[in-house]
T-cell receptor
Framework: DTAVSQTPKYLVTQMGNDKSIKCEQN?????MYWYKQDSKKFLKIMFS???????INETVPNRFSPKSPDKAHLNLHINSLELGDSAVYFC????????????FGPGTRLTVL | GEDVEQSLFLSVREGDSSVINCTYT??????LYWYKQEPGAGLQLLTY???NMDMKQDQRLTVLLNKKDKHLSLRIADTQTGDSAIYFC????????????WGLGTSLAVNP
């Protein structure tokens, strides 16, 4: 199936741990994004990569580090997890650098205890 | 600054029309979008309208754009229970083609 996929779907972890979320798209898109959706459903962009190059870096704590090994993958590593990091994290992609239709992954629900 | 606002909740009866409203502040908007998020899923583009259009119709969906008032609406005709979801309005402006400005989402509940 052509899609944006994320792993894991659910992640429960203790405060202070380090965790990673992976994203892959097989749509041939050049640009990928990470969004955070909080408990009130507010959607906030975190990062965007175009062809492995960082193009958007919003005000996000430096505990969050994205990594794009190739244009089909964008992973998110989070150090020293805090309670406030609990949210649903969505990966998305678009064909080019100019944003138009975004294709979203199913989300990763992160719960920090 | 740029801002997109939506009412948070809407409840309708099955078979009625739903109208979800959105206002935005940026007069240089080029595209405006409606995304749908079903429970436990990612967002999916429903429809979009270019800023030089007033209306766009796609089956049960009608998008109206009043550029003067910076008001966008999404009308869903013959609303079904499967339309229950959160609907996000988003805008792209001429100053920044690389990200969208998102509303907070309107949660639509369809009652049988």
């Amino acid at each position: 199936d052509t899609a944006v996929s994320q792993t894991p779907k659910y992640l429960v972890t203790q405060m202070g741990n380090d965790k990673s979320i992976k994203c892959e798209q097989n749509l041939g898109h050049d640009t990928m994004y990470w969004y955070k959706q909080d408990s009130k459903k507010f959607l906030k962009i975190m990062f965007s990569y175009n062809n492995k190059e960082l193009i958007i870096n919003e005000t996000v704590p430096n505990r969050f580090s994205p990594k794009s090994p190739d244009k089909a993958h964008l992973n998110l590593h989070i150090n020293s997890l805090e309670l406030g990091d609990s949210a649903v994290y969505f990966c998305a992609s678009t064909p080019g650098q100019d944003i138009n239709e975004q294709f979203f992954g199913p989300g990763t629900r992160l719960t920090v205890l | 600054g740029e801002d997109v606002e939506q009412s948070l909740f809407l409840s309708v009866r099955e078979g009625d029309s739903s109208v979800i409203n959105c206002t935005y502040t940026d007069s240089s908007s080029t595209y405006l979008y409606w995304y749908k998020q079903e429970p436990g899923a990612g967002l999916q583009l429903l429809t979009y309208i270019f800023s030089n259009m007033d209306m766009k119709q796609d089956q049960r969906l009608t998008v109206l754009l009043n550029k003067k008032d910076k008001h966008l609406s999404l009308r869903i005709a013959d609303t079904q229970t499967g339309d229950s979801a959160i609907y996000f309005c988003a805008e792209r402006n001429a100053g920044n083609n690389r990200k969208l400005i998102w509303g907070l989402g309107t949660s639509l509940a369809v009652n049988p």
